[in-house]
């Protein structure tokens, strides 16, 4: 694989935005060739919107794929059911089949209609998806031919090589080792919540591996739709959010920032009734001192670092340590716009070998401290 394939193209596209970036590999080295983002909302149900359709096609043209390029495509995590699953220890064949007909049994579809994806384990260091406890994806066939068939024909996108469930996107982003390494065992949890334009998830782990998935009701899609009830330009609030510009920017930030402020605590208040009932159901004496951080995440570091402060000033949990995700050693921090779609780009250079970003300080820059994770408060005596 590694003769033929020496690009990795990530295309990355939802209702409101489409993302890609066309990667070089070379020297165990991944160099960003060519990177473009397309804001275009529509508030639609549909797996595809016209518009949406329309802004793929242009991107596709815009980075001229060749046949040789390994492509990783996201697949719309709104049309999946996400769930942990324990299972013995099986082969990845097995495994998948036997929640297959799990999941055929639980939703009342057939078996024949249903695809299954199990996350696999990160090469190198021990997985947050392992032991018992897995992630597991699951959808309808007809789903995923609707998808791809619209993509292929209409939108002329390449075949891709990975179809990668949305969130994952987010999971590849992640310093796997130093996550792992800040969690304690001993019946211990650790929470991660998602902000996402079209979805948002809390994940669980207890004891170093995943334990529970949950769907949190608040997304930027909310926030979109009650900026649609006032006199705003919501493209241009889009925008701004995708690129993580100041929302002071614009002129009519009075009428957005309460909505914006109200959308993330009402985010931040749905997660912790979701971790709540975690706990609650975990069997587990006094679990909600059990938790040693929730960590938050979303499409850059702006709206991340907003819900971090949000996070702390309503005392989430009784107060529970806020603490920042580590993301990979090499993540390219000025491409911190695009970091939903660096996620797909990590999958597609994994998959080929062992390459590694460009480093900002590499390329003559000072870096970034922002991605560090954060450092304990100090308390006063």
């Known amino acids: ?39 275009h909302p529509s508030f639609t149900d549909e797996i595809l919107s016209d ?51 799990k999941k055929a049994e639980e939703y009342s579809i057939s078996v024949s209609d249903l695809v299954v994806k199990v996350a696999q384990p990160l090469r190198d260091t021990r997985s947050l998806f392992e032991k018992t406890r897995h992630l597991a994806f699951a959808t309808k066939r007809v789903s995923i031919d609707q998808y791809l ?27 796997n080792k130093a996550f792992l390494g800040s969690m304690k065992t001993g019946d211990r949890f650790r929470f991660l919540a998602l902000l996402d334009l079209q979805y948002s998830l809390l994940f669980a782990f207890l004891n170093g591996s995943i334990y529970h998935v949950a769907e949190i009701p608040i997304t930027i899609k909310t926030l979109l739709e009650r900026l649609r009830t006032l006199d705003v330009d919501v493209e241009e609030v889009l925008e701004a959010i995708v690129k993580g510009a100041e929302i002071g920017s614009l002129g009519y930030v009075k009428d957005i920032e309460p909505v914006i402020d109200e959308t993330y605590r009402n985010f931040l208040f749905e997660t912790e009734k979701a971790i709540r009932l975690v706990l609650n159901n975990s069997r587990i004496a006094n679990a909600i001192n059990q938790v040693d951080a929730l960590s938050l995440l979303s499409l850059n570091h702006r709206i991340t670092m907003d819900l971090e402060m949000i996070a702390r000033n309503m005392r989430l949990l009784n ?12 993540f390219p921090e000025d491409l911190d716009l695009y970091r939903t779609v ?26 970034f401290d922002k991605y560090k994770p954060l450092q304990k408060q100090k308390t006063k005596a």
């Open 1 to 39: 694989m590694q003769i033929f394939n020496r690009r990795v193209l990530a295309l990355e596209t939802n209702p409101f935005i489409t993302k890609a970036l066309l990667l070089h590999l070379s020297g165990k080295r991944a160099k960003v060739l060519k990177k473009i983002i397309k804001t």
């Open 51 to 101: 518009i949406q359709v329309t802004h793929f096609k242009k991107v596709v043209e815009a980075l001229s794929p060749d046949a040789e390029d390994f492509v990783v495509l996201n697949f719309p995590s709104e049309k999946l059911i996400t769930a942990v699953e324990q299972m013995p220890a099986l082969s990845e064949e097995q495994l998948a089949n036997a929640i297959k007909f």
């Open 149 to 175: 068939s619209r993509l292929f024909s209409e939108a002329k996108a390449p075949e891709p090589d990975v179809l990668l469930p949305d969130s994952i996107k987010y999971f590849e982003l992640i310093d």
């Open 319 to 330: 107060g529970a340590p806020i603490t920042r995700i580590p993301l990979k050693p090499d």
């Open 342 to 367: 660096v996620g797909l780009g990590y999958r597609g250079i994994r998959e080929i070998g062992k390459y590694k970003f460009v480093k900002e300080i590499e390329r003559g820059g000072r870096g």
